[in-house]
């Protein structure tokens, strides 16, 4: 594996780290019990009521209960959230994509990783977050609902309620694949006083690169069609993801059938900018939001993010290196890396990133109380 790294004085996280690591085993412990347990249960969000998109506020969430949570009633457990794709839901982390080694789902993961020691003990929340539109962007709509409400604020207190959660940002992470990586990275560097740490997997639309500009033949193909249903039978995801990423970005509530402003428009034969939905694109790339939120960013425990040199989304590589030359220009330590992959082939199995990179990553920053004491 080919890889590169960006990680401003990483010498000093992780020898810092490396004693939170062993007091959290000491706090969190090994059950004996060998696995964990599976549990998708329907969470209702207010912040999804009464959208223009009708979309259903009673939400699936899958959620991984560690093997001792059932045996070991007084202990508490650190929480990672994970955010699915654009087209995905939540059980694309808990059904198997290939059989690979038989470590194919996060669940098979997560009870071989604290079965071996490589991974501690954590409850993972896995909300289904798509749309009639095919994805949420984890933002604050007017169209398809306020997603960032729902996930930052009442999904993780429904958490700590319900479970045996250690209720405190400290203890609680944040990751997410393609669009769930956007929506870590702008989630986490809006809600520091609920999130303290971040990985974003093959993060999407952090800003215009390669093949995601005005020249994107999909950003045009969108304007003309009359129906969602129409679009869909395009099949091509950049023409059906204009509309996506608008009703999340530039919704319009007052412009149907889409209800959204679209970044670009065709003007005597020229493809130019349309306002107000380019600006609005603009504003919620992160590439753009570091300077807005980099007080925020400089309180997480952790930031971290990856893309692979083979990824079909020729943009996210680019934008990925873009963002982290942003954060080192705003002094926001981060570790970014590429690796030899496309946009989910490294995902799975024993000698995947999810088995090797980004659980072991969360358990090693995500601190129990004790360790304050």
Known sequence: MVMS???????????????????????????????GRLIREIVHARSLENTVTKESADRNV???????YDSTPSKRYPVVYLLHGITDTDQNWTKPWNKDDGY????????????????GEMIVVMPDENTRGLGSFYVNSSVTGNWEDFTANELVVYIDTKYRTIATPECRGIGGHSMGGYGALTLSMKNPDVFSVAYGINPAIIGWAADLTGETPGLINVLKFNSFEDLLKT????????????????????????YADFPFALV???VLPSQPGHAEWE????VNMVKRYRANLAKLRGIRFDSG???????IPANSRAFSAELARNGIEHIFEEYNGDHRNRMWSRTGRLYNEILPY????????SVKK
């Open 5 to 35: 790294e960006f990680n401003l004085s990483g010498k000093w996280r992780y020898s810092v780290v490396s004693l939170a690591v062993l007091l959290c085993i000491a706090a969190v412990g090994f059950g004996q019990v060998k696995t």
């Open 62 to 68: 899958s959620i991984y209960l560690p093997p001792s």
């Open 104 to 119: 194919a789902t996060l669940q098979d993961l997560m009870n071989k990783g604290v079965a071996d020691g490589k991974i």
């Open 235 to 258: 099949r091509d995801l950049y023409t059906i993801a204009a509309v996506t990423v608008s009703q999340a970005f530039s919704p319009n509530p007052n412009k149907p059938p889409f």
């Open 268 to 270: 005597d034969g020229k």
């Open 283 to 286: 504003a919620n790339f992160p």
């Open 309 to 315: 040199y083979e990824d079909e989304f020729k943009f």
């Open 362 to 369: 969360f358990w090693l920053l995500l601190e129990p109380q």
